[in-house]
């Protein structure tokens, strides 16, 4: 069930919101696992049983592991981290990579990390295990963040699950609006944007101009940065109504000077992720360059096949890697002395890593890349390369929107007038938009859905 549908919108969230808080405050987590469960159901009926088996293996043998508070971390409690480990692990690699699984469950990478997190967690002692099977259902299923993130560690939900929530007036209100604006970032500028990428498919790489190729990748990433986006704030929005602070998964990523940067504000709780449980266990930039470097290629493969076993994803990653050791080598300390170039330098390397993301058939990847770049292959002839004004009119009115709403201008705008009566009706206005682009167009699911 998509957040940015009638379905979701005008008849499960409705009817949800209404039975939670009518809920008496002790029973609220049962509601909220009762109503997970159910939307799960309806998405992936078939799969629902690896999600609850995902969360009764994982508080059985987190139990195991400190039955006394005097427990100290010994061989039973690694044994008992390896096997639960290898439990997750394995599950996600025989529906991800194995090709012996007829499908993929919904959400199974996002919420397999999430579990492994609170087992580790346990093990290293930051968190107790929890005595409650439903409470730790509840984290693990909770519906906002159970397809597409943002990944919560339990710390940061742990209190709010174990005491009676009360939801205030001001949280259900900002929880609006975050869904309100992610809901316009979805079906206002994502999908209408990503109509170009789908039409540059199917006139076929071999016909595109190298002007329409860069409108594609450029178009491609901004279809995915305000995709995975808006998602990331309906979620945080969904969460605050329920009486959760979910983390923030972006902060403005095309504004960075350098990849190192984008990284930092590009899939916030993914990146966290890896360097608490892998890059920093490896010894993060403590033991030299060398190992510094061995300690990134270890994380980008990884986040590489997290999104997939295709090669196109190892390219991806490996194009990152390569700037990342660059820019620590050298480059860093030139973007650093200019407050263009860096910006400019981030512009054209970050949608060609997208390209690479997007195109999983190898040789098509090619052909797209002697289009970026006519002088490097045999597909360099030119064909059609007055297509790109066509286009150029229909989306630049888009390209125009998404550059402006992927910087802090609008948000801090809103900022000054958003307790005020025009800040209500512009977000009214907003949200009639949305229903208009739901009403017109195909219910398009979100992109990070396929991982």
């Known amino acids: 069930?998509?957040?940015?549908?009638?379905?979701?919108?005008?008849?499960?969230?409705?009817?949800?919101?209404?039975?939670?808080?009518?809920?008496?405050?002790?029973?609220?987590?049962?509601?909220?696992?009762?109503?997970?469960?159910?939307?799960?159901?309806?998405?992936?009926?078939?799969?629902?049983?690896?999600?609850?088996?995902?969360?009764?293996?994982?508080?059985?043998?987190?139990?195991?592991?400190?039955?006394?508070?005097?427990d100290g971390r010994g061989i039973r409690q690694k044994r008992l981290l390896l096997l639960a480990l290898g439990y997750d692990l394995g599950v996600l690699f025989f529906f991800k990579y194995s090709g012996l699984a007829s499908g993929l469950p919904l959400g199974i990478s996002f919420y397999t990390f999430q579990i492994m997190a609170y087992v580790i967690d346990v093990y290293r002692g930051r968190i107790p295990a929890e005595q409650s099977l439903l409470r730790l259902g509840t984290y693990l299923t909770m519906f906002p963040q159970l397809i597409s993130g943002p990944i919560t560690n339990y710390a940061d939900v742990r209190v709010a699950l174990g005491r009676e929530r009360t939801i205030k007036a001001r949280q259900l209100e900002e929880g609006?609006?975050?869904?309100?604006?992610?809901?316009?970032?979805?079906?206002?500028?994502?999908?209408?944007i990503g109509t170009l990428w789908n039409s540059i498919r199917m006139i076929g790489f071999d016909s595109i101009s190298t002007k329409l190729a860069w409108m594609g990748a450029f178009a491609y990433s901004l279809q995915l940065y305000f995709d995975f986006a808006g998602y990331s704030m309906m979620a945080r929005g969904i969460g605050k109504m329920l009486g959760f602070e979910l983390p923030v998964n972006f902060r403005y990523p095309y504004i960075s000077k350098s990849v190192t940067e984008f990284w930092r504000r590009w899939h916030i709780t993914l990146g966290r992720w890896f360097r608490e449980y892998v890059y920093?266990?490896?010894g993060g930039n403590r033991k030299g360059k060398a190992r510094t470097f061995f300690n990134l290629f270890v994380v980008w493969s990884l986040t590489a096949l997290w999104h997939g076993a295709n090669y196109n994803f190892l390219i991806w990653g490996g194009i990152l890697l390569c700037c990342l050791l660059v820019e620590k080598l050298f480059l860093l300390r030139l973007?650093?002395?200019?407050?263009?170039?860096?910006?400019?330098?981030?512009?054209?390397?970050?949608?060609?890593?997208?390209?690479?993301?997007?195109?999983?058939?190898?040789?098509?990847?090619?052909?797209?890349?002697?289009?970026?770049?006519?002088?490097?292959?045999?597909?360099?002839?030119?064909?059609?390369?007055?297509?790109?004004?066509?286009?150029?009119?229909?989306?630049?009115?888009?390209?125009?929107?998404?550059?402006?709403?992927?910087?802090?201008?609008?948000?801090?705008?809103?900022?000054?007038?958003?307790?005020?009566?025009?800040?209500?009706?512009?977000?009214?206005?907003?949200?009639?938009?949305?229903?208009?682009?739901?009403?017109?167009s195909a219910n398009n699911p979100f992109l990070y859905f396929n991982f």
Do not use: Q
């Open 1 to 70: 069930m998509l957040f940015s549908s009638f379905e979701f919108l005008f008849r499960f969230l409705p009817v949800f919101l209404v039975i939670y808080y009518l809920t008496p405050k002790k029973l609220r987590n049962v509601t909220l696992l009762g109503g997970s469960i159910v939307f799960y159901t309806i998405g992936e009926a078939g799969y629902i049983t690896i999600l609850l088996a995902c969360v009764l293996v994982n508080y059985t043998l987190t139990r195991l592991m400190y039955r006394k508070n005097t």
């Open 176 to 192: 609006m609006k975050l869904l309100i604006i992610g809901l316009a970032a979805k079906v206002v500028i994502a999908d209408r």
């Open 280 to 282: 920093i266990p490896l």
């Open 335 to 440: 973007l650093d002395k200019s407050r263009v170039i860096g910006h400019l330098y981030v512009l054209f390397v970050v949608p060609l890593s997208w390209v690479a993301f997007a195109v999983t058939d190898l040789s098509e990847l090619g052909v797209y890349m002697t289009r970026l770049f006519p002088f490097a292959g045999h597909a360099a002839g030119v064909i059609n390369h007055l297509d790109y004004l066509k286009y150029l009119n229909d989306y630049a009115p888009l390209f125009l929107l998404g550059v402006l709403f992927a910087t802090p201008l609008p948000e801090t705008c809103y900022r000054l007038i958003e307790r005020k009566w025009i800040g209500r009706v512009i977000l009214l206005g907003i949200f009639g938009l949305c229903m208009y682009y739901l009403a017109v």
